[in-house]
């Protein structure tokens, strides 16, 4: 078998674990969740949660994908020696596959919105013909369809060129433009004069917004943001080299992670208080919420510009992960290359993009249970298969995976995280299962919290 391919450096390993991870989830999902779940009292939560819950996670993903060397399908197999096991593997890539499909068709829009920005389109409109023309370009169909065709056409083009030359060496320079394009428009929020308003919108405490369904909130924000429960850790972590200390990386990834959520927030809400407008959730915060308040602000259109870039490059860096994990399970189990493996899994995303963006037209009549199957999707995943994948990958490494094994790995022959490790395994075969079968049992409507 061919020599597997691995990161090349240190920095290059944090950038790519770091572009899956910070995405739209932080830009624009994070902020509002926050607000409305009590401010800094959610933060709180969001921090003990995602060092307690996530990082074990991550941790036992990585160690899942390195001793095995694996894609994510083939590793769950190997490491257990029971067929079975496999269907964690599959469950990983189809939620991989599917989020990947909704998610170009927002990438998609970034790209329209990047292009309207360039040449100040909307600049002189007002609420009404933004929101007017945004629902134009959703209705239209085609012009979604191109810009997702070309979000999906450059995500391949990427992960095409192989792990290092491909996806590392894009994220080592998106990365940084990422955290420079938010510090400028912190630094811009500042001056605004919602400034207080906005930081108390999302860092003040309110406990009584706070209680079970917000630490379960919590919970979901936080492996969508940190690409936990899909085997995308594994896959990833199956590129890791060995001599790396896994314990740091996951720690430096989570801070990175939650301090762009902070900052993004930071950017955001004072801009949303200082022009009066209500923040509210979901696509419509940043597609037709922000551009009323860019057109309102002095260097609007730089601003503008540099926020959908922003959101460009959060998305095209997580999209190449979830490809990576598809790309990954289709060249190694039918033997092709890579690029013969990407085309054939950007085209089967393309596919499913299309319906859902079709299905968003209006009267449209692609639904499925009431919803469009946009929605749909995006509501299967965050709910049910990505709390089942984090379940049944905390089942594995605490249970099934051999014990010795489990524990070398992660901690490489005990040089790393020695301290840590006791802590790690307990929160692995106890504590998560036992949040995560509360939460799912939550999820299906079977207990209340
Ligand atoms: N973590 C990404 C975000 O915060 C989203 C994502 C989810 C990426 C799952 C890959 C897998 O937006």
């Known amino acids: ?31 509002y969740v926050a607000g409305e779940n009590g401010g800094g009292a959610f933060l709180l939560i969001y921090v003990v949660i995602s060092f307690l819950i996530s990082v074990p996670i991550m941790l036992s993903e990585f160690t899942i994908g390195r001793a095995s060397r694996r894609n994510s399908m083939r590793a769950f197999r190997k490491l257990s020696g029971i067929r079975a096991w496999r269907l964690t593997g599959y469950l990983g890539i189809l939620t991989a596959f599917t989020i990947l499909s909704f998610y170009s068709v927002i990438a998609g829009w970034a790209l329209e919105f990047i292009r309207q920005s360039a040449t100040g389109e909307f600049m002189s409109m007002s609420p009404a013909e933004i929101e007017a023309n945004f629902n134009g370009f959703v209705a239209s169909g085609w012009k979604p369809f191109l810009w997702t065709l070309a979000f999906v056409a450059a995500t391949a083009i990427i992960v095409g060129s192989g792990i290092e030359k491909g996806i590392e060496r894009f994220n080592k320079t998106a990365m940084p433009l990422m955290f420079v394009i938010l510090l400028i428009m912190c630094v811009y929020a500042f001056t605004l004069p919602g400034f207080r308003e906005g930081i108390s919108f999302l860092l003040r405490p309110d406990f009584s917004k706070a209680g079970g369904g917000t630490v379960l909130q919590a919970i979901g924000q936080s492996f969508f943001s940190l690409s936990l429960g899909m085997g995308i850790m594994v896959t990833y972590g199956s590129y890791i080299k060995k001599e790396q200390n896994m314990f740091r990386l996951s720690g430096t990834v989570v801070t990175a992670d ?35 308040i860019f057109t309102q602000m002095t260097g609007g259109q730089v601003l503008s510009l540099l926020f959908f870039v922003l959101l460009f490059a959060a998305a095209i860096t997580s999209s190449m992960s979830l490809l990576e994990v598809v790309v990954a399970y289709v060249s190694e189990e039918f033997r092709l290359r890579r690029r013969t493996a990407t085309l054939i899994a950007a085209g089967a995303v393309l596919c499913v993009a299309t319906l859902c963006l079709l299905s968003q037209m209006p009267g449209s009549g692609l639904r499925v249970m009431g919803s469009n199957i946009f929605d749909f999707l995006d509501k299967t995943t965050s709910t049910y298969t990505i709390p089942l994948g984090g379940l049944l990958i905390v089942l594995f490494a605490g249970w099934v995976m051999d014990k010795g094994r489990f524990r070398r790995e992660m901690t490489n022959d005990g040089r790393f995280g020695a301290a840590l490790y006791g802590t790690v395994s307990l929160m692995v075969k106890f504590v998560i299962p036992v949040v995560l079968v509360i939460l799912f049992l939550n999820q299906l409507g079977i207990i209340k919290v």
Do not use: D, Q, Y
């Not at 959520?261 to 597609?287: H, M, N, R, Y």
């Open 1 to 31: 078998m061919a020599k597997r391919s691995t990161f090349g450096s240190r920095f290059g390993t944090i950038a790519v674990v770091g572009g899956s991870v910070i995405g739209l989830g932080n830009i624009w999902r994070f902020p």
């Open 258 to 292: 939650m301090s762009i959520a902070i900052l993004s927030g930071l950017a955001i809400f004072p801009a949303v208080f200082s022009f009066g407008i209500s923040p509210s959730s979901g696509p419509e915060l940043v597609f037709l919420t922000l551009p009323n």
